[in-house]
């Protein structure tokens, strides 16, 4: 099977948009409870694209697969080397190895933006999701314990690092 990275374009926010809103609905790898509008979603990667973030899509079968992207960890000065980053893999593609390309490439890309660290904050129950990351490295850090609430449960949100090295 031929995956293909490229940037994304303004063509592909629809395709994004419906694997977001699947795991919103059917997941608590996102901590939103209501699904996104197109415009909503496009303003959000827009925003990314304006600041220079990177998104990227995973184009599969002529379809789009996967994204991948990073944005700010946090909004204050000091951590502008600081980036987290999200990537997700349409069910119909998951395990075939898009998520490992996409991540891959988001980790070389930051490299190259001079970043020195990349966290991802990954739900506890997503345990796919955690060991997908400890494979390229990812250390835990914290847990920040209950501080999420959905489906009727408290949620707690596990932070991983990566340092990136030059
Ligand atoms: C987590 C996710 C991005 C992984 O992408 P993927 O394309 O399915 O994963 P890949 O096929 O590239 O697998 C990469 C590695 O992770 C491992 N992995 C993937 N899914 C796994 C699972 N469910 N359980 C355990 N390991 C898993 C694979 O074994 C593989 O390791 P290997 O190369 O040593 O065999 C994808 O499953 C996904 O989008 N999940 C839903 C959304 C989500 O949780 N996103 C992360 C939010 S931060």
Redesign the pocket.
């Known amino acids: 099977m031929e995956i293909t990275l490229r940037p994304y374009k303004t063509e592909d926010t629809q395709a994004i948009l419906d694997i977001i809103n699947y795991?919103i609905l059917n997941?608590t790898?996102l901590y939103d409870y209501n699904i996104r509008t197109y415009d909503q979603q496009k303003v959000l990667l827009d925003d990314k694209i304006n600041k220079n973030f990177p998104v990227i899509v995973a184009v599969c079968e002529g379809k789009v697969a996967?994204f991948g992207m990073y944005g700010e960890f946090r909004f204050k000065e000091a951590y502008k080397f600081t980036v987290e980053h999200?990537?997700?893999?349409s069910n119909d593609?998951?395990?075939?190895?898009?998520?490992?390309i996409l991540l891959a490439e988001l980790i070389q890309i930051a490299k190259k933006q001079n970043l020195h660290t990349m966290i991802?904050v990954?739900d506890e129950e997503?345990?796919?999701?955690v060991?997908?990351h400890e494979?390229f490295g990812f250390k835990t850090v914290g847990i920040i314990k209950e501080s999420g609430y959905k489906f009727d449960r408290w949620l707690h949100s596990v932070f991983m690092q990566l340092i990136l090295e030059k």
């Open positions: 795991n997941s790898a996967g999200s990537v997700y893999v593609y998951q395990g075939k190895g898009i998520g490992k991802a990954i997503n345990q796919s999701s060991d997908f494979k």
